[in-house]
C-alpha cells in the first residue's frame, strides 16, 4: 500500500510568486491535515479535511493560504504572494474517519519550502 | 490550553546503552498520545500511541513509552539503542479541545535530537 506523497519535494520561489503544494493521502484515508514546521520550531496545525470538506482550518495563519480538496482525493496548498515567513517544510498527514479514537495519523515526507 | 513539552533539544547516548526521551503533556479530557521519528531528510514516521490500557505501550523498531497520568509523562525508551536510532523525535498529543477529540489535530512538542555514538 503507498504512503501519503507529496510534491514537490522542495520547491524555492521568490517573494510574491505563487507556489501549489500536493498531497496525495493514503487510499481510502478521508481525514488529511496540513502542517507546517517553521525555522525549527514546533510543528504546527494548518487544517484539516473530511473528505471533500474542511473541517477546521484554525491554523491558517492568513488569506494568502488556500487550501482544496476535489473530489475528496488529493489536496493542494496554494500560498499566493509567498511571504518570506512562509518557508519551512509543509507536511501532510492522512488517517481513517472509521477508526475513531484509534486513528493514527500517516505522514507524507513533506514539501521543503524556501521564499527568497 | 492543551500543550505538550520536551525538555531536552537533544540527548547523547552511547551504542548500546539505554535510551529516554522526555515528554510531558497537558490537556484536558483523555490524553491521546503519541510518538513520531524523523530521519534525516525524510518524512516523519509513527513509533507508538497511547489511547487507552496498558500503561506500557510497545512501538516500532524496539521502542516502547510509559504513559504516567499522575506525573502527566510519555516518555519515550528503548533498552539498547543503536547508531541507526539517530534522528528528531516528535512527541505529540491529540487537539480534543475543538470537536469529538477523536479525529481532531495533533499538537507537537518541539522535537528532541536523539545522537548514538559507537
Known amino acids: 500500500e503507498a504512503g501519503v506523497t507529496q510534491f514537490p519535494s522542495h520547491s524555492v520561489i521568490e517573494k510574491g510568486q505563487t507556489v501549489t503544494l500536493r498531497c496525495d493521502p493514503i487510499s481510502g484515508h478521508d481525514n488529511l491535515y496540513w502542517y507546517r514546521r517553521v525555522m525549527g520550531k514546533e510543528i504546527k496545525f494548518l487544517l484539516h479535511?473530511?473528505?471533500?470538506?474542511?473541517?477546521?482550518e484554525s491554523g491558517m495563519p492568513n488569506n494568502r493560504f488556500l487550501a482544496e480538496r476535489t473530489g475528496g482525493t488529493y489536496s493542494t496548498l496554494k500560498v499566493q504572494p509567498a511571504e518570506l515567513e512562509d518557508s519551512g517544510v509543509y507536511f501532510c498527514a492522512s488517517s481513517q474517519v472509521q477508526a475513531g479514537p484509534m486513528d493514527t495519523q500517516y505522514f507524507g515526507p513533506g514539501t521543503r519550502l524556501t521564499v527568497l | 490550553a492543551q500543550s505538550v513539552a520536551q525538555p531536552e533539544d537533544q540527548v547523547n547516548v552511547a551504542e548500546g546503552n539505554p535510551l529516554t526521551v522526555k515528554c510531558t503533556y497537558s490537556?484536558?479530557?483523555?490524553?491521546?498520545l503519541f510518538w513520531y521519528v524523523q530521519y534525516p531528510n525524510r518524512g516523519l514516521q509513527f513509533l507508538l500511541k497511547?489511547?487507552?490500557?496498558?500503561?506500557l505501550v510497545k512501538g516500532s523498531y524496539g521502542f516502547e513509552a510509559e504513559f504516567n497520568k499522575s506525573q502527566t509523562s510519555f516518555h519515550l525508551k528503548k533498552p539498547s539503542a543503536l547508531v541507526s536510532d539517530s534522528a528528531l523525535y516528535f512527541c505529540a498529543v491529540r487537539d480534543t479541545s475543538h470537536y469529538g477529540g477523536s479525529q481532531g489535530n495533533l499538537i507537537f512538542g518541539k522535537g528532541t535530537k536523539l545522537s548514538v555514538k559507537p
Open positions: 490537556v484536558s479530557g483523555n490524553p491521546y
Open positions: 479535511f473530511v473528505k471533500e470538506s474542511k473541517q477546521d
Open positions: 497511547y489511547i487507552t490500557g496498558d500503561n
